[in-house]
Nanobody
Framework: QLVESGGGLVEPGGSLRLSCAAS????????MSWYRQAPGKERDLVAF????????NYRNSVKGRFTISRDNAKNTVYLQMNTLKPEDTAVYYC??????????WGKGTLVTVSS
């Protein structure tokens, strides 16, 4: 199970930190991702972190503004979002893919960037 939290309404230039609490699987064995889906658009990968946290990757539009991290002791992955822009408005989803290639998703948390 993946449960996201931390979304909300923020003004342009502001910050939010999203959290995703994981349960029901060996969290420390899997890479974790954050995706987002804006209204009327496809779901896009935002950031990825490997199982130990030593490797991260970001979509170009968020590089330098967003930071993905994880705490394996707490079974939680985070997405720190700074300098938010209106185009970051979306539902943000936590994801992992198991060894069989099956994707697991949370229900998402809405981030709205607006003045």
């Amino acid at each position: 199970q993946l449960v996201e939290s931390g979304g909300g309404l923020v003004e342009p230039g502001g910050s939010l930190r999203l959290s995703c609490a994981a349960s029901g699987f060996t969290f420390s064995s899997y890479g974790m991702s954050w995706y987002r889906q804006a209204p009327g658009k496809e779901r896009d990968l935002v950031a990825f972190i490997n199982s130990f946290g030593g490797y991260t990757n970001y979509r170009n539009s968020v590089k330098g503004r967003f930071t993905i991290s994880r705490d394996n002791a707490k079974n939680t992955v985070y997405l720190q979002m700074n300098t938010l822009k209106p185009e970051d408005t979306a539902v943000y989803y936590c994801n992992f893919r198991n060894s069989d290639g099956m994707d697991f998703w949370g229900k998402g948390t809405l981030v709205t960037v607006s003045s």
